[in-house]
């Protein structure tokens, strides 16, 4: 489904892409608790792993952005589950460290199997931590135009496609026009995808979503103009031509 496309295009902190930048001292500290953290998950200690994880990180001694994907991806590479448990515990048991990371995670493992929890998680994180994160209404806004979607295709009897959202290097979907009584609402979507370059002008991943929504909503000069502005600012934005 989307999320898998999703969640690998966006991370929370990109991953890095010059461990020779990486300091000796800073990448054997970081195999360490790498190894410590997968050996207590493993035992379901999931208490020792975020309070090693939080000890590490308020020491200093490494950077989110340096331990985050690494520790994801050997915690996912055991279950699901795990991943789910340890970030539930890393978000409920502290404020400070990522948090935004973690919730997004949560997030993002969600979308590989529920899409109503992923809309949960990511609703409250948009209204509590992640209020002022462009990354959260943006993301809020893509899984609502896509719930609306799928109820609109199960009103319809139409064959729920296994891409609602069709992906390509770059994201792409589309959406049913017109009045659609469903529980999920265009306008709702639009806005956080507007509050999300909002936020952060700069960020393009969002922008093809929101064009698709705006033509959906019937405001297709919006789109134009908007994804022109985008062009003249950056013509290597291929997908925007």
């Not at 806004?141 to 496609?161: D, P, W, Y």
Request: proline share 4%; with cysteine.
């Amino acid at each position: 489904m989307f999320g898998n496309t999703i969640s690998k295009k966006i991370r929370p902190f990109p991953v890095e892409r010059d461990e020779r930048r990486v300091s000796p001292h800073v990448r054997d500290i970081r195999l360490k608790v790498l190894s410590d953290i997968d050996a207590y998950i493993r035992q379901r200690e999931y208490g020792k792993a975020s309070s090693l994880l939080q000890t590490i990180l308020n020491t200093g001694a490494i950077q989110v952005k340096e331990i985050w994907n690494p520790l994801v991806a050997v915690i996912r590479a055991q279950d699901h589950t795990a991943l789910g448990v340890f970030l539930d515990l890393i978000i409920t048991e502290t404020r400070a460290h990522p948090p935004f990371a973690a919730s997004m995670e949560r997030f993002f493992v969600a979308l590989d199997s529920n899409y109503d929890d992923a809309y949960a998680i990511i609703l409250a994180f948009s209204t509590d931590t992640g209020s002022k994160l462009a990354m959260a209404h943006g993301f809020l806004g893509i899984i609502i135009a896509c719930l609306r979607e799928l109820e609109v295709r199960r009103t319809n009897a139409f064959t729920a496609c296994a891409h609602v959202f069709k992906h390509s290097e770059f994201a792409q979907f589309a959406i049913s026009g017109g009045e659609q009584k469903t529980k999920y609402s265009l306008t709702n979507a639009e806005r956080h995808l507007e509050r999300a370059l909002e936020l952060d002008p700069e960020c393009d991943f969002f922008v093809p979503f929101h064009a698709q929504v705006l033509v959906a909503l019937g405001k297709p000069e919006h789109a134009t103009h908007m994804l022109e502005q985008r062009y003249t600012k950056d013509k290597n934005i291929v997908v925007l031509r």
